[in-house]
């Protein structure tokens, strides 16, 4: 009998280990110097096949598009918008029945940001997206960085 038991619920533990939302996206967050106030901020996200995430300029009324969100801090002035780069498709999406454009692989999102000359801070935030495959979507997620300006 308490064999029985044990199949059970080593059954139903595996049951529950797998049925937690997996996030297949790799994140990396770094700053690189490029002069005594400015800094370039490089967000990196590699995105395996058959996974794909949307791009920051997608139209409303489909999927969540990749917003990346600096919070405010009085030392950092953020110099432009978020740049995104990576291999850019556009297609007819079966899932949400429009077109949509969105990037897989390694996609690179840049900000260019000026300091207070002199000055140590850091620069935090977050990235929300979601990530698709050909046949379902994981629910958005925020994935949050704090980087160093040193």
Known sequence: MKKIVSVLLSMVLCQLVSAQIKDPVAWTF???KKSA???EVVITANVPKP???YSQTMASGGPVPTK???NTNPLVQ???ATKET???EKINDKIFDME???LSGKVVYTQTVKVKPGIKTNIAGYVNYMVCDDEQCLPPTKKQFDIKLL
């Open 86 to 88: 990576g291999k850019l």
């Open 68 to 70: 990346v969100v600096f």
């Open 30 to 32: 770094e700053a690189k």
């Open 78 to 80: 953020k110099q432009g």
């Open 37 to 39: 106030d400015l800094y």
């Open 51 to 53: 996974w794909h995430m």
């Open 100 to 102: 949509v454009l969105f």
